[in-house]
């Protein structure tokens, strides 16, 4: 594994509106089949449990497990895969589920199967939202809660696109802001592990991505550290509508 600089924050950061305007127009391309299909509608199959949960931070995590099923269902639908990422990566091997002072989701996908959901976004229910975070960044976003400061976005789950070679996976690594690539073998065959009730796709050597990521994983960061992301600034949590 090697990192290079091939992905400058800077020019992410400028070209950031113009992958937002591509994305949108895509949507409204690919939101008029919406109208078209047959497709099955996932409010009604997969059910909202935040009203059964008094606690925001429970709320917030069953909303994205929520969310994460949509997402898993159409994958299932389509052939595609995806497989958790980041720090919902890392509650899964540490914690067995959610990190204890975490609260979303963050899974990735290969740039062929993403551009297939891209295509059937239309599958998505009325209660999620489909958005750009910029290159290669994405989110499905609850539409029955604000969770940022800025009161403009809902719970989320976010999605980070990799590219898939013969032999080779590169991925951007949001932190170190580096291009980091590993063998194939490192991603697949994907393994079903235990998140919460449930269990998740991951990467076959998961000790291998995660140690790029944070270095020694395993290791609680300090008691300062360990700080909700969300519980500082506003939240509500709506009703579920379908």
Same mark, same amino acid.
């Given at each position: ?5 091939f992905?400058? /924050?800077?020019?992410r950061? !400028? =070209?950031?509106?113009?992958y937002r &305007? $591509?994305?949108n127009?895509?949507?409204s391309y690919y939101r008029?089949f919406?109208?078209?299909s ?10 909202d449990?935040?009203?059964l949960y ?6 917030i ?5 929520r969310i994460?099923?949509v997402?898993e269902a159409i994958?299932?639908k389509?052939?595609?895969s995806?497989?958790?990422a980041y720090?919902?990566?890392l509650?899964c ?5 959610f990190?204890?002072w975490d609260?979303?989701?963050d899974?990735?996908?290969? /740039?062929?199967?993403?551009n !297939? =959901?891209?295509?059937h976004?239309? &599958? $998505?229910?009325?209660?999620?939202e489909?958005?750009s ?7 499905l ?5 604000k969770?940022s400061?800025?009161?403009?976005r ?5 999605i980070?696109i ?9 991925l951007?690594?949001t932190y ?6 590993f063998?194939?073998s ?9 998140f919460e009730?449930?269990?998740r796709?991951?990467?076959?050597n998961?000790s ?7 270095g020694?994983?395993?290791t609680l960061?300090?008691?300062d550290?360990q ?7 506003k939240i ?7």
């Open positions: 594994m090697q990192t290079s600089s992905y400058h /924050k800077h020019i950061l !400028i =070209f950031r509106p113009l &305007l $591509l994305f127009i895509k949507m008029k919406k109208y078209e047959d497709s099955p509608n996932y409010d009604d199959l997969i059910v449990t935040r009203h008094k606690a925001d931070v429970e709320k995590r069953m909303i994205s497990l994460l099923d997402l994958c299932t389509l052939d595609i995806y497989m958790l720090g919902s990566l509650g091997i540490r914690h067995k589920g990190i204890p609260d979303d989701m899974i990735m996908m290969s /740039k062929n199967d993403f !297939i =959901f891209l295509k976004a239309y &599958l $998505l229910p009325e209660s999620i489909f958005q975070g910029g290159k290669d960044f994405y989110k976003i609850d539409k029955y809660s969770v400061n800025d009161q403009k809902g719970v989320a789950v976010d980070f990799y590219e898939e070679t013969k032999n080779k996976i590169y951007y690594d170190s802001r580096d291009e980091l690539i063998e194939n490192c991603f697949f065959p994907i393994k079903s592990m235990r009730d449930g269990f796709n991951c990467p076959q998961y291998k991505v995660l140690t790029a990521h944070y020694d994983y395993l960061p300090p008691l550290q700080v909700f992301p969300h519980l500082k600034g509500n949590i709506f009703p579920f509508k379908k």
